[in-house]
């Protein structure tokens, strides 16, 4: 999706102008002389690597940090924020990535939280109507139940939560600091919804993030830090490629980050592995997110899981690796069963485990880099010696391959890292024990392009040399341009396990709609299925493959050949003449006894949606195919 505003002159609409900011940390000059601009009724791109400087710099325009030296001038007057009080009363605001909610409260509580630090009685009845008033503005009347704590929403919920937060202090600017990172491709559509009619409505939005499609696709104007200065001031976002983009963030051209060298290119075959598995999950269950998830992996390969927020991903992990309860399954590591509660048992065993939340679930701020390095070494061995002497060379030739810098080693806090950076750390520290599976849950979350582009090489060298990998991401191209086989989760279950090469993002986000979403879709297969004694499907159709996302059988004598979830070639299944066809009435398929209808799937807005089929037995009487297809275009108006 791109939405850009019209131009306009913009000279005599400029919100914030910040002038040679500079700001040190310590030992860290963060920012040297940081230059920027935003106008009215803009979205403003603020991008760089890991350690650039983005996050610095809004934090000072947000009152968060106070510069060292510099100017910055808000809406026509030299200012100078002391505190995120003194920038709230201004009308600026920041959305954070890591949510500043507080859990306990109300989303109305946490929508109007300085209200509550004033003086007398609130008025509850005031506050519900601005927050609806509030919530209209933004197109999600519906969004949010006000009276739900904040800690039961989700992540979209949320960070809807926090711009209504914004809004409730009538906030002019808003910055949004990679709001995107937890959130799926649906999400990110919604928010980018919200954006445009913020946008609209005058206000000045700085945008963060490191997923450069996204910045062509909401961004008007773009600026890029680099060491702290800033070395593209304001450029016009349709006024270059990503190419130049790339260089203006990390000095050089990057090749694709998804580059595989040929040999390691994977076939878009249908079939698994032919090497015993190394890992094999059979039918787990860990309540109230997992219901029952099975996959296998073999030694070398990347799977990835796939699947919208709230799918069960990371908690399926997580009750892998023994940090949750198994409530059923089997889980077993090259044929023996993997400890159900016991995380250092899994260490032991040879598997590695990357969590998502760096700052609580990976680092200890208080130890050095170095210490952090070696906690999984710690917790692999017993007693009292853990020769660490033997890691040395290791640790240097990891350090290398990431990019680190040796003499970073002795840094006393790894919160002086950037997020970057201390990813890579995290993934050395499991690399140290040169695990049989590593488990990452998203690996590359909030680091920039040229740290994801080492993530991904230094990842598929560690499988060229045997290690499986399990990967865990919101971002659907980093799965099929990483993974050889996603498994797809949905509602705690997993759906359909296909090879990359077979998927795109589009199938990928039909795949994993929550089994919830697709009850009108499935009530329609279940009633023509009986109505007709034959089988109903949904299925995605290319030249001469389908992919079926739904089905429904109610008679064998009409089994299509393919269930939900499966991939296969017209020729591999029961109905192929009919799939080759597409005709706009039922065709025979006289070798395996059928006949089916097929009728495209369109929303109202004209999106394409794959098709449903219908199939009955020969020696059935064929229904109308006007009747059908009628059905159908009824339900395709509530998509």
Known sequence: MSIHAEPRAQEDRILLTARSITKTFDR??????????????????????????????????AGHYLADSGEITYRG??????????????????????????????????????????????????????????LEALGQSEGLPFDREVRSLSSAQKQLVEIAKALGVRAKLIIFDEPTA?????????????????????????????????????TDRVSVLREGRTVMAARPTASFAQSELIRAMVGAELQS?????????QPASQEAPSAPPILSVRNLASAPM???????????EIVGLGGLVGAGRSETIEAIFGLRRRDAGTVTLQGRPLPADRPDKAIRAGIGFVAEDRRTQNIVPDFS?????????????????CNYRQSERQVSELLDGLGLPAERLMDASMLNFSGGMQQKVIMARWLLLNPRVLILDEPTKGVDIGTRASIYAMLRKVAAAGTALLVVSSDFEELLGLCDRVVVMSDGRSTATLPSAALDEEKLTLLAAPRTSMERNTQLLERLAAEFKGAGFWALLEEDSLICLNSVTANAAADPGFSSGEARRFDETRIGAALARRAGHFVDDPHHGRQTLLVPLRSPRGHDFGWIGLTVPQGVETPLADAIRARVDAMAQNL
């Open 77 to 134: 007057h030299d200012i100078q924020m002391r505190s995120t009080r003194d920038a709230l009363k201004a009308g600026i605001a920041i959305v954070m990535q890591e949510t500043s909610l507080v859990p306990d409260l109300t989303v109305l509580e946490n929508m109007f939280l300085p209200e509550l630090g004033r003086p007398g009685r609130l008025d509850y009845h005031r506050l519900r109507r601005q927050g609806e008033e509030i």
């Open 369 to 385: 880099v170095r210490e952090n390095l070696l906690l999984a070494h710690l917790g692999a061995h017993r007693g009292f010696f």
């Open 28 to 61: 860290t000059r963060a920012l040297s002389g940081a230059e920027f601009e935003l106008v009215e009724g803009e979205v403003h791109g603020l991008l760089g690597a890991n350690g650039a400087g983005k996050s610095t710099l809004s934090k000072v325009i």
């Open 290 to 300: 997992v219901r029952d998830v099975s996959f296998d992996l073999a030694p070398g």
């Open 257 to 265: 980050i998804y580059h595989r060298e040929p040999a390691a290119a």
């Open 182 to 218: 937890a959130l799926s491709p649906g999400e990110v559509d919604r928010l980018f919804e919200v954006m445009a009619r913020l946008r609209q409505s005058g206000r000045g939005l700085i945008f963060v993030s490191h997923r450069l499609e996204e910045v062509f696709a909401i």
